[in-house]
């Protein structure tokens, strides 16, 4: 089969997908959209999606390569974390076993999505593999909107995109071998107006790990004047983003694009052959 099958999962931040889903449409076979049948998030929180989103969605898609997979993701008794590897198995079952199942976040934007799709493509023996791999890129993760630009995290933070085999175990990740490969996105994960912030902290996989009033007393001091008078910015264990940095901006696209031209979003050949070096032995005889 291996197709380049990719997966969003649809909830309370559909508007974001305005923005992810260009980005990776071309070099994708087909992309599904996963939607609570009963419009719940996974704590079970009401949500509702315009129908203006769906006309969004029929207008853009010319090639018709989006399908809408609509279930119960909600389900009574299990955490937000239960829940969410459930959808992200029955979504990686619609997306078909034998192809390379790869699952986006609504606010994850692909810098080069056809790069990473012929990155992804020379690893098509793990298709036929019993093998469990996962392949993983790199994002930056945007803090914060501020006067003419963003904050965003001073370090590149790995993400697991791709698998072979959908055995998920905490979001994305597989716990088994991870290949990392040369790609970028952007991870507009924080920078949101207030309200819609803490509605993704209510909403998502990790509401049950965050202190959310100690992380949003220093959202809410943080500004383009005094960043760099503060450390410690990471939701669960703050010095995992140690830092932030500027990237001017008046406008998403226009951020993106200073992001891609900036000489320092690289990933070093070395620091990819020392990571999966290290994969490689760690699971040798696993």
């Given at each position: 089969m291996q197709k380049i099958q990719v997966g969003f999962l649809v909830s309370y931040d559909y508007e974001l997908l305005k923005n992810a889903i260009p980005p990776v449409y071309d070099a994708s076979d087909t992309i599904f959209l996963a939607i609570d049948k009963s419009r719940k998030t996974w704590n079970g929180s009401d949500i509702h999606i315009d129908a203006s989103f769906f006309e969004w969605v029929k207008e853009f898609d010319i090639k018709n390569k989006i399908q809408i997979y609509e279930d119960n993701f909600f389900?009574?008794?299990?955490?937000?974390?239960?829940?969410?590897?459930?959808?992200?198995?029955?979504?990686?079952?619609?997306?078909?076993?034998?192809?390379?199942?790869?699952?986006?976040?609504?606010?994850?934007?692909?810098?080069?999505?056809?790069?990473?799709?012929?990155?992804?493509?020379?690893?098509?023996?793990?298709?036929?593999?019993?093998?469990?791999?996962?392949?993983?890129?790199?994002?930056?993760?945007?803090?914060?909107?501020?006067?003419?630009?963003?904050?965003?995290?001073?370090?590149?933070d790995k993400f697991m995109v791709a698998t072979n085999i959908p055995n998920y175990k905490i979001g994305r990740h597989g716990k088994c071998r991870s290949?990392?490969?040369?790609?970028?996105?952007?991870?507009?994960?924080?920078?949101?107006?207030?309200?819609?912030?803490?509605?993704?902290?209510?909403?998502?996989?990790?509401?049950?790990?965050?202190?959310?009033?100690s992380f949003m007393q220093k959202w809410d001091a943080v500004n383009e004047t005094n960043y760099q008078d503060f450390e410690g910015f990471f939701y669960l264990d703050p010095m995992d983003w140690k830092t932030l940095k500027f990237m001017n901006g008046n406008s998403l696209d226009e951020v993106l694009n200073n992001f891609k031209n900036d000489?320092?979003?690289?990933?070093?050949?070395?620091?990819?052959?020392?990571k999966n070096i290290g994969q490689w032995f760690k699971f040798l005889f696993k």
């Open positions: 389900v009574e008794g299990l955490s937000t974390m239960e829940c969410e590897i459930r959808e992200r198995k029955l979504l990686a079952d619609q997306m078909g076993i034998g192809n390379w199942l790869i699952q986006l976040d609504a606010d994850e934007y692909f810098f080069d999505f056809k790069k990473f799709t012929t990155q992804l493509q020379s690893y098509n023996h793990f298709l036929t593999s019993k093998k469990h791999v996962q392949i993983c890129c790199f994002k930056i993760n945007l803090y914060k909107n501020v006067n003419s630009g963003v904050l965003y995290v001073d370090l590149f290949i990392y490969v040369d790609a970028i996105a952007l991870h507009d994960c924080l920078s949101r107006e207030r309200e819609d912030l803490i509605k993704k902290l209510d909403n998502w996989g990790h509401n049950e790990e965050i202190d959310k009033e000489s320092s979003m690289k990933i070093s050949n070395w620091f990819l052959m020392k």
